[in-house]
């Protein structure tokens, strides 16, 4: 084997190890993308589970405001329900506009709800309803953190799979499309949690 024979294998050899270091740099983007979702996923079911709470607490002094604790259960189903449909496809586009609208809709119930307690001050100033309130407002928060860190790693592996030379290469490594961010309706709701007050 002459020169000219050695160097050809050493460029191929360099041409595999780049092409390997893309397609590992996809995986490693697209899976921490994935687990920015697995984090919203758990504060989101945290978040699910105190609702039922909230309202259990609050159906003795509001027995009359029925349609508005339906609106916040049937709500909070339905955020569920698309929560394990976005849990199976983190970042595709149908899936998370699924999952903004169920929280939007989740969101302007919960706002009536807060606005029906503010007309009873008992309730309001029921220690568990307090209790409640807190972990809510705290959950809030740890939703848009992990919001905010998913949508950066989505830019990120976006950002990767759109560059050149990584964009020859994606579509052939399965990664087809962009990862979609997790955003809601009312632009200000991506930069601070919605506030819960009771």
Same mark, same amino acid.
Not at 2 to 5: D, H, N, V, Y
């Given at each position: 084997m002459?020169?000219?024979?050695i160097?050809t294998?050493?460029?191929?050899?360099?041409?595999?190890?780049y092409?390997?270091a893309?397609y590992?740099?996809?995986?490693a983007?697209r899976?921490?993308y994935?687990?920015g979702f697995?984090?919203?996923?758990?504060?989101?079911?945290?978040?699910?589970?105190l609702?039922?709470?909230?309202?259990?607490t609050?159906?003795?002094y509001?027995s009359?405001?029925k349609e508005?604790l339906?609106?916040?259960?049937e709500?909070r189903?339905?955020?569920?329900?698309?929560?394990?449909?976005?849990?199976k @496809?983190p970042g595709?586009?149908?899936?998370m506009? $699924? !999952?903004?609208? #169920?929280?939007?809709?989740?969101?302007?119930?919960l706002? &009536?709800?807060?606005?029906?307690?503010?007309?009873?001050p008992?309730?309001?100033?029921?220690?568990?309803?307090?209790q409640l309130?807190e972990?809510?407002t705290?959950?809030?928060?740890k939703?848009a953190?992990?919001?905010q860190a998913f949508n950066?790693?989505?830019?990120?592996?976006?950002?990767y799979r759109?560059?050149?030379?990584?964009v020859l290469?994606?579509? @052939?490594f399965?990664?087809r499309k962009?990862?979609? $961010? !997790?955003e809601? #309706?009312?632009?200000a709701?991506i930069q601070?949690a919605? &506030?819960?007050?009771?």
């Open positions: 002459g020169t000219s024979g160097i294998l050493i460029v191929i050899v360099l041409a595999i190890i092409i390997a893309i590992n740099r996809l995986v983007l899976n921490r994935q687990n697995a984090q919203i996923e758990v504060q989101l079911k945290r978040r699910y589970d609702i039922p709470n909230l309202v259990e609050a159906k003795a509001l009359h405001e508005t339906s609106a916040v259960v709500a189903n339905g955020a569920v329900n698309s929560l394990k449909t976005a849990s @496809a595709d586009t149908s899936a506009d $699924l !999952l903004a609208n #169920a929280e939007q809709t989740l969101g302007n119930a706002g &009536k709800f807060n606005m029906v307690v503010e007309n009873y008992e309730l309001k100033a029921s220690e568990n309803m307090q309130s972990e809510l705290s959950t809030e928060n939703v953190f992990a919001r950066d790693f989505v830019t990120e592996y976006n950002s759109q560059s050149f030379p990584p290469f994606a579509g @052939a399965g990664h962009d990862a979609e $961010l !997790l809601f #309706a009312d632009s709701a601070e919605p &506030k819960v007050s009771f």
